[in-house]
């Protein structure tokens, strides 16, 4: 099989709708983006854009059409997460020190639940665990501590928090995507941590340290099972580890470099990756300074340019969501703008009587199962247990969280 035809689905990306963020006489930064899997009302699922007017944008996935803007943080948003199990829940974050959870289903001028930390948190980055139990959002650094916080996500109960692992603020927050106690953190002291959050310590919670020996940018897992973790530095390093083993797979240093020297393509930053499922591949996403998107796929020995996007954006991209089950990729950037990029055609989709919110302005591994994978799968089972030995955490102002 030829390269071309190998990465066919990925060739077969198109422009497809685009609309401006915000209001027309602002410029509008898209910081970061996601979107819900499926839809519970059966209609169109929802892309959640966050905004620099410290305000979550939502539009049908399908149609980009306005669905509704949130806003309630008073300060810089940080984040926003949809939730796994119950997509009508969307989480955000921000730099006030709260994370807030709106229902969709209903015309909210506020929050139904508000998350707060600890006096003098400045949440940078979050996340919601695969079963919508454990909420966990990362600080900005106060002094030489920067914490992890941890929230019971049904009753906004805190349950802890974790602050001997990084010294700098934390950039990522990403639990695994089907083992709920199994958490990976990154920051820009140049560590990757990863946690089982099952354990009733800090110390017994952390399986692995990871060193990228520069600043975090991006982190998330990959692979079949989402065994290893991929990360992507402020120097435009990539670097994919085996979580299981903490060992290095593939490293690349300044992928700039490296393209230019081939010829291949002109990177100026990378903008984030995304696994393939279909194709069993990490595709790492470049950008130039003039909105160009080239897609990249990364081997042991070099990285591959696959092909270059059409030219949709006109500054610099800063995130992307990309959907395995349709096969498409929304991009949002500087230039205010939110593309998405289809690959499979949408199959027909049913009548619906199911109305949706206006507005809401207001708002592969080896028989033997190994250490960390046994902890991960046994942590994964109950996340019951998860919640309660968390529900027994000390939060203290000097030292980590600790089990009473």
Known sequence: MTTSNYFESLTKLKLGRQTTVGPDNQETYITELDAQSTSL??????????????AVHVYSKGTLLPIGTFQGHSDTLSGARFGKRNPNLLFTSSKDGTVRCWDMRTKRTRASQVY???????????????NDSILCAGTQAQGDDA??????????NLLGAYKESHSDDITQVKFHPTKPASLATGSTDGLVCVFDISQSSEEDALVTTLNSESSVSRIGWCGSNSEYLYCLTHTETILIWDAV????????????????????????????????????SLVVVGGSFTGDLNLLTVGRER??????????????????????KSESLITGGEDSMLTIWPGKE???????????????????????????????????DDHTEVTKRM??????????????
């Open 147 to 156: 914490y992890l916080i941890f929230w019971d996500c049904r009753s906004t």
């Open 391 to 404: 529900q027994r955490m000390k939060v203290n102002h000097t030292r980590s969280a600790t089990v009473k």
């Open 303 to 324: 990285v591959h340019k696959v092909r270059s996007l059409p030219t949709a954006h006109s500054g610099v991209v800063r995130c992307l969501h990309w959907d395995n």
């Open 346 to 380: 949408p199959r027909p989709r049913p009548t619906s009587t199911a109305t949706t919110p206006t507005s809401a302005t207001t708002p592969t591994n080896p028989p033997r199962m190994r250490r960390a994978e046994k902890r991960g799968a046994n942590a994964g």
């Open 116 to 130: 707060t930390g600890i006096e003098g948190n400045m949440f940078t980055s979050f996340d919601v665990s695969c």
């Open 41 to 54: 009302c059966g209609g169109d699922p929802l892309v959640a854009a966050v905004c620099s007017d410290s």
């Open 245 to 280: 083993e903490s060992s290095v797979l593939t490293r690349f240093d300044d992928v700039r470099e490296k393209l230019a020297e081939g010829d291949q393509c002109k990177v100026d930053y990378l903008v984030d990756c995304f696994y393939h499922s279909p194709l069993k």
